[in-house]
């Protein structure tokens, strides 16, 4: 009756092993429980394994090299980087991404993404996005889709360690016991390394460091009840250089600059505690609810800007699986409070959601609704302002499946994104409150699985109203954050995994995407007809694995990003544009037995790679070659 405390490991999709056949994979993470072949929405799964073999520092790196997701440091940051799928920008389309940890939603109140540095790569057991969907259930955000990591609660116990080039070290580490009563895990992760570039004219070495840690448990003292608990934190302190112009990038990347206003030091510190219990009340249903409260600072040192918040949020939801219906039914709070510059001010979100999926024979249609209410406060020494909006989502999906190998699959959704609550202030004093954006998303899409060719293909076209962006003012007296009036974005995604023989595998993800502004204009700039910046028309990705023998895999990855206008170039005419994204990497494992020994390089041809936000301002990243090298041992 108690459902198993330990997630299954299907199957791997990228650098699999010898004589490893494709099946369908679960989704596990969404409301509805489905597989790949049957659900109605586009998704993409990768497992413990694909990261594990990837060997990657961070969770962005395994994101921008291996899956549709683009991640940039954000102005330089990389311990916190910028997000974007479906054409919402590499600007803000983090913000149109809902991230959850183990149904824990982390997305922040204000315009900091989310901190996914802080989760280890060797705590997750699954990642799984889903795209243009996920606003029932994930709320307020979800307009490209959902990012859903679930950590690891299997027995095992493996080390970790690694170096590598730009003063690079790190380790991590995970412990785990399950068993039908007792499941508990500890994991941890340690890094430091700087950048390669240089601070200032004295050649000081930005850096970065890292320490996070995560503990869960979970215990059933009888077969209808499951309760859990954990805690989990993170530390970072990164100095990293500013902006450089055209031709300082072009000279050296490396270099401090002498027209940027210099390098940043910020620490950021978060603290979460989390518990729950499910009570299965008989084979069919059930009812789950869970509880988190989590602390953040954010201390940017070289201004003397200290930023505190504390979020609390709770879920509940019944549960009903039968043979052919599935429904789940609850409600979500959220109350997040930021104290800075100031003043105080405050994003409060209550919702109730219902979804259901009808299966018979070879048809799935899935439905579902989600009404929220978003409250705003602000308060200083002068001022006490309130603002609210109620807001709606739904998602309607449907899915033919031919036989357990093909299927096809359409879906809509109606999504939302209530402003975070920086898009009220202009310079640190508050400009006002602005209006939700509203997204409508088709999708049709057709799966085909075999095992030797793992196939998705995806078309999809949104309309959106009220899109949030900062208008630039280039004379800097009218910037301010506002609506685009309307906006669409459409495209195609491929996503093929061919194991061509028991020896090579490759894997490719296309993307191709058009985000048009429709109507807009600001401060007598007439935007219409535009394209929204920051949005490459093209993003590659393709893997060749190489097998040689049981024991070894070598892989070949290609990422390639096409050109597009600068993060702040809503009117399309800056004479200079976000260069092509381009890196090669290459990788080599080695496992006998316990162990398993790797190295990796990074950008082959030290092509130079950079962020452009405007003219002359441009943030280097990832523009020269780099190379990690360790073992990790299971035992």
Do not use: C
């Not at 998303?441 to 899109?467: A, C, H």
Request: aromatic content about 12%.
């Amino acid at each position: 009756m108690k459902k198993k405390i330990l997630l299954s490991l299907l199957a791997s999709t990228v650098l699999v092993s010898q004589n490893i056949e494709l099946e369908p994979l679960k989704i596990s993470s969404t409301a509805i429980k489905t597989d790949e072949i049957k659900s109605t929405d586009a998704v993409e799964i990768y497992s413990a394994k694909d990261i594990e073999d990837a060997h990657v520092q961070n969770l962005y790196e395994f994101l921008n090299q291996q899956t549709s997701v683009i991640t940039m440091p954000s102005y330089g940051n990389p311990f916190s980087q910028r997000l974007d799928m479906r054409g919402y920008g590499i600007g803000d389309g983090y913000q149109n991404i809902v991230v959850t940890v183990d149904g824990r939603k982390i997305n922040n109140i204000d315009m900091v993404a989310p901190l996914l540095s802080a989760i280890s790569a060797a705590s997750i057991e699954r990642l799984e996005i889903i795209k243009s969907s996920g606003i029932v259930t994930s709320g307020d955000g979800a307009n490209a889709g959902a990012i859903n990591i679930i950590t690891k609660k299997k027995s095992a116990k493996e080390i970790t360690l690694y170096m590598g080039t730009h003063d690079l070290t790190g380790g991590s580490f995970y412990l785990g016991h399950s068993d039908e009563k007792l499941s508990v895990s500890a994991s941890a992760e340690a890094q430091e390394s700087n950048a390669g570039r240089n601070i200032n004219s004295s050649g000081d070495k930005d850096d970065n460091s890292l320490r996070s840690g995560v503990f869960s448990v979970s215990y059933a003292p009888i077969n209808e009840v499951e309760l859990r608990a954990g805690a989990s934190f993170a530390r970072t302190n990164v100095i990293y250089g500013g902006y450089l112009s055209l031709d300082e990038y072009t000279s050296d990347p490396k270099q401090a600059g002498e027209t940027n206003w210099g390098a940043t030091e910020q620490e950021f510190d978060t603290d979460t505690l989390s518990g729950g219990f499910s009570y299965y009340i008989n084979d069919k249903t059930s009812f789950d609810f869970d509880v988190n409260r989590e602390e953040k600072r954010s201390n940017y040192i070289t201004y003397a800007s200290i930023a505190d918040y504390v979020y609390n949020s709770a879920k509940a939801a019944f549960n009903y699986e039968g043979k052919e219906i599935t429904v789940v039914a609850g409600f979500d709070t959220f109350e997040g409070k930021r104290t800075a510059y100031g003043n105080k001010t405050d994003k409060d979100n209550i919702a109730g959601f219902v979804i259901g999926n009808f299966a018979f024979k070879n048809h799935s249609i899935k439905a579902g609704v989600r009404v929220e209410e978003v409250s705003y406060k602000y308060e200083d020494t002068t001022l006490l302002l309130k603002d609210s909006h109620s807001l709606y989502g739904a998602e309607l999906g449907y899915n033919y499946t031919f036989d357990a190998q093909k299927s096809v699959f359409a879906n809509y959704t109606h999504a939302y994104q209530a402003p975070d609550i920086d898009r009220f202030f202009s310079y640190g004093s508050f400009n006002d409150f602005i209006n939700p954006m509203k997204t409508d998303s088709f999708t049709i899409g057709f799966n085909y699985i075999m095992p030797n060719n793992k196939l998705k293909i995806s078309l999809f076209y949104i309309d959106l109203k009220d899109e949030i962006y900062y208008y630039a003012d280039p004379a800097y007296v009218n910037s301010k954050n506002t609506n685009i009036d309307k906006s669409y974005k459409y495209g195609l995604d491929i996503y093929d995994k061919w194991l061509l023989s028991d020896k090579f595998n490759i894997t490719l993800n296309y993307n191709y995407v058009q985000a048009k502004i429709d109507e807009e204009s600001e401060n007598s700039e007439e935007y219409s007809g535009n394209e929204l910046p920051g949005v490459s028309d093209h993003n590659i990705k393709a893997i060749l694995s190489y097998l040689p023998n049981k024991n070894t895999t070598l892989a070949l990855s290609q990422v390639y990003r096409s050109e597009a206008y600068a993060a702040n170039d809503f009117n399309n005419n800056f004479a200079q544009k976000q260069n092509a994204y381009k890196s090669t990497d290459i990788s080599i494992s080695y496992t006998k037995d316990s162990l398993e020994l790797f190295a990796k390089i990074n950008n082959l041809f030290n092509q130079k790679n950079g962020l452009w936000i405007e003219d002359d301002a441009i943030y280097p990243l990832n523009f020269a070659t780099t190379a990690v090298a360790g073992f990790k041992l299971r035992f």
